[in-house]
């Protein structure tokens, strides 16, 4: 069961194993949903419309898309990026976890509200989620600017880019889009968690042993969560991606018109004026086939590798109880 269950047989879940599950749980999840990441980004930060019936721009739609990324740049295009993304998932899922279930035991212990409530996942959902962006933040622009590169790469690896980077954008660089990002992630990962819990307890209301994850129900929960957080909080997301590439219009001139904004509130003006509402929800489409996918692995993975740590402390332990009986 995510978050901390009082009701659950053993021991509870330490910070370090929360951390080891989340960051497996990430890593799994990232290399599964690369290709759709990629594609989401490179809508995201188009300013052409996204549109078969428009087709100005570069990319029209999924499968144009992917066959022109394909051609123009080979297959391993949709893993640009993957190597900060990978430290991205690692590290974020570990951060988010442990805080999560760090975030759900202090509030059963120092309030009167059920940690298991949809409500508390809600708050401490978005707490966590906020505490992993920050730490995480320069991986996610590392990764951004990887995605978005055509051919030529701008940047030949990572060591490359971040050294490039401090030199000719400053250290700050690396947390471009943060406010649109802080903003967005705490009812996004918060609606994440609330709406999984409730999915949860519809599907299998919880029971006395609180152990019941890592099977085809967290995949179905996690995916209907994801889609609808996704669907709520997209604008944040994308103008996150636009912030990220400032100063770096250069590598985006071939795939089409760029364009440079002073901060959150100019990018959001920009895109209304020039791009319309619908501008606001560039690359949606990929953007939830992604959401349900990598929430539904996520708490999948999370799951499932809980129940292997628990597996293998019940063994650890039963066979220290084993041994001290035949000692004595």
Same mark, same amino acid.
């Given at each position: 069961?995510?978050?901390?269950?009082?009701?659950?047989?053993?021991?509870?879940?330490?910070? =370090?194993?929360?951390?080891?599950?989340?960051?497996?749980?990430?890593?799994?999840?990232?290399?599964?949903?690369?290709?759709?990441?990629?594609?989401?980004?490179?809508?995201?930060?188009?300013?052409?419309?996204?549109?078969?019936?428009?087709? =100005?721009?570069?990319?029209?739609?999924?499968?144009?898309?992917?066959?022109?990324?394909?051609? *123009?740049?080979?297959?391993?295009?949709?893993?640009?990026?993957?190597?900060?993304?990978?430290?991205?998932?690692?590290?974020?899922?570990?951060?988010?976890?442990?805080? &999560?279930?760090?975030?759900?035991?202090?509030?059963?212990?120092?309030?009167?509200?059920?940690?298991?409530?949809?409500?508390?996942?809600?708050?401490?959902?978005?707490?966590?989620?906020?505490?992993?962006?920050?730490?995480?933040?320069?991986?996610?622009?590392?990764?951004?600017?990887?995605?978005?590169?055509?051919?030529?790469?701008?940047?030949?690896?990572?060591?490359?880019?971040?050294?490039?980077?401090?030199?000719? *954008?400053?250290?700050?660089?690396?947390?471009?889009?943060?406010?649109?990002?802080?903003?967005?992630?705490?009812?996004?990962?918060?609606?994440?968690?609330?709406?999984?819990?409730?999915?949860?307890?519809?599907?299998?209301?919880?029971?006395?042993?609180?152990?019941?994850?890592?099977?085809?129900?967290?995949?179905?929960?996690?995916?209907?969560?994801?889609?609808?957080?996704?669907?709520?909080?997209?604008?944040?997301?994308?103008?996150?991606?636009?912030?990220?590439?400032?100063?770096?219009?250069?590598?985006?001139?071939? &795939?089409?018109?760029?364009?440079?904004? $002073?901060?959150?509130?100019?990018?959001?003006?920009?895109?209304?004026? *020039?791009?319309?509402? $619908?501008?606001? &929800?560039?690359?949606?489409?990929?953007?939830?086939?992604?959401?349900?996918?990598?929430?539904?692995?996520?708490?999948?993975?999370?799951?499932? &590798?809980?129940?292997?740590?628990?597996?293998?402390? *019940? =063994?650890?332990?039963?066979?220290?109880?084993?041994?001290?009986?035949? =000692?004595?």
């Amino acid at each position: 069961m995510v978050g901390y269950d009082p009701g659950a047989q053993g021991a509870p879940l330490s910070p =370090e194993e929360a951390a080891l599950a989340g960051s497996a749980a990430g890593m799994v999840t990232r290399a599964l949903i690369s290709p759709l990441d990629v594609l989401k980004i490179r809508f995201q930060l188009q300013i052409e419309p996204v549109s078969s019936q428009r087709p =100005e721009g570069k990319y029209w739609g999924l499968f144009q898309a992917s066959r022109r990324i394909h051609s *123009e740049e080979g297959l391993s295009a949709f893993w640009k990026g993957h190597i900060p993304a990978q430290l991205l998932s690692i590290c974020f899922g570990a951060v988010q976890f442990a805080s &999560f279930e760090f975030l759900t035991e202090v509030v059963h212990e120092t309030t009167p509200y059920d940690s298991q409530t949809a409500g508390v996942h809600f708050v401490c959902g978005g707490l966590a989620a906020c505490s992993a962006t920050v730490v995480c933040q320069p991986l996610d622009t590392l990764r951004t600017r990887f995605a978005a590169q055509g051919e030529p790469k701008v940047y030949s690896s990572l060591r490359q880019a971040v050294s490039t980077m401090c030199r000719s *954008e400053g250290v700050l660089t690396f947390y471009r889009g943060l406010s649109p990002t802080l903003v967005a992630v705490f009812p996004y990962a918060g609606l994440q968690f609330f709406t999984y819990n409730i999915f949860r307890n519809l599907l299998a209301p919880p029971t006395t042993s609180g152990n019941s994850g890592g099977n085809l129900r967290s995949l179905v929960c996690g995916s209907g969560a994801g889609m609808i957080s996704k669907t709520m909080t997209y604008p944040f997301d994308l103008f996150k991606k636009r912030l990220q590439v400032g100063g770096f219009e250069a590598a985006r001139a071939h &795939f089409g018109q760029v364009r440079y904004y $002073r901060g959150l509130l100019d990018c959001a003006v920009q895109i209304a004026k *020039e791009e319309g509402v $619908r501008g606001f &929800f560039k690359g949606l489409s990929p953007s939830l086939v992604k959401a349900a996918l990598s929430t539904g692995f996520t708490f999948f993975w999370y799951e499932f &590798f809980l129940n292997a740590i628990r597996n293998v402390r *019940e =063994e650890r332990r039963a066979k220290g109880l084993t041994k001290d009986l035949g =000692e004595r």
